[in-house]
């Protein structure tokens, strides 16, 4: 008998065997300004805003090559698995005749809509890459908030892990659809390999919640101030957070990684 299991118990079961991090981490900024009033709201609400693909900082994110020549029989499966009408499918079939480089437009504009209008969160295996902290958390004055997958593995439904990469073969969204729309969403240069990062990609670009027993620990930067650390335990403790750990990164002593200490309120 064949068993099928749901989204959920398939993470619960790659986090088992490995395939996924029990914990995942958003780095984010304390800046006294817009951002810091966001990362405030996610303790604060337990949700995450999923993000739409062309907001994100690199232009090859999520903007993958497409082929530069789509066969016919390319053309022919997209059509059979949309079920056009005879006047549409004609009327691309006709384009594709006229002018091919028409249809490799249509393929690039066809594959866009279906990422862009759908939110991705991006986050992080580690809490303690300098880089991150530099370019993500205001230059180590903000947080990391640590998240426990199995807590709430509903809201990771279903994490993608990212392949850093030099080069890599062009798409064929006529070809393979879902498989371009994955790898689209989950390739990046190797410049961004220090990242560590897993995507989770949701069908609409909004807010998503969370389960308060997933976030599980805040760790703050080396150069977070001390009283900002202590007003936001203190929030935590009035939203429901207080079982959180709390940690604080210092320079290690000879070598350039952090170390983190367990502060309390």
């Known amino acids: 008998?064949?068993?099928?299991?749901?989204?959920?118990?398939?993470i619960k079961q790659g986090v088992m065997e490995g395939n996924f991090p029990q914990n995942l981490y958003k780095y984010r900024p304390l800046d006294?300004?817009?951002?810091?009033k966001r990362s405030l709201e996610i303790l604060k609400k337990s949700e995450f805003w999923f993000a739409s693909a062309p907001t994100f900082n690199d232009p090859f994110d999520c903007n993958l090559s497409e082929v530069l020549q789509h066969s016919?029989?390319?053309?022919?499966a997209y059509i059979d698995k949309h079920g056009f009408s005879s006047k549409k499918r004609s009327n691309i079939k006709k384009k594709f005749s006229d002018d091919?480089?028409?249809?490799?437009?249509?393929?690039?504009?066809?594959?866009?809509?279906?990422?862009?209008?759908r939110g991705i969160l991006s986050l992080s295996s580690n809490y303690d890459q300098i880089l991150m902290w530099s370019h993500y958390a205001s230059s180590h004055t903000g947080m990391v908030i640590g998240l426990d997958i199995l807590e709430d593995p509903e809201f990771f439904e279903i994490?993608?892990?990212?392949?850093?990469?030099?080069?890599?073969?062009?798409?064929?969204?006529?070809?393979?659809?879902?498989?371009?729309?994955?790898?689209?969403i989950s390739t990046k240069s190797k410049s961004w390999a220090y990242e560590e990062e897993l995507r989770i990609f949701k069908e609409s670009v909004k807010t998503y919640q969370i389960s308060r027993k997933?976030?599980?620990t805040i760790h703050f930067g080396c150069k977070t101030p001390d009283e900002k650390i202590h007003e936001i335990i203190?929030?935590?403790?009035?939203?429901?957070?207080?079982?959180?750990?709390f940690y604080k990164a210092s320079p290690a002593h000879g070598a350039f990684k952090l170390t983190f200490d367990e502060v309390h309120g």
């Open 72 to 76: 016919e029989e390319d053309i022919e």
């Open 100 to 117: 091919p480089s028409s249809i490799r437009n249509m393929a690039i504009n066809s594959r866009a809509k279906a990422i862009n209008s």
């Open 234 to 245: 203190k929030s935590c403790a009035t939203w429901d957070l207080s079982h959180l750990r």
């Open 1 to 10: 008998m064949i068993i099928m299991l749901s989204n959920a118990e398939i």
């Open 214 to 216: 997933a976030i599980k």
């Open 32 to 36: 006294d300004g817009e951002g810091e």
């Open 159 to 184: 994490p993608f892990r990212v392949s850093y990469v030099d080069e890599y073969e062009p798409l064929d969204y006529f070809a393979k659809q879902k498989e371009s729309i994955k790898k689209n």
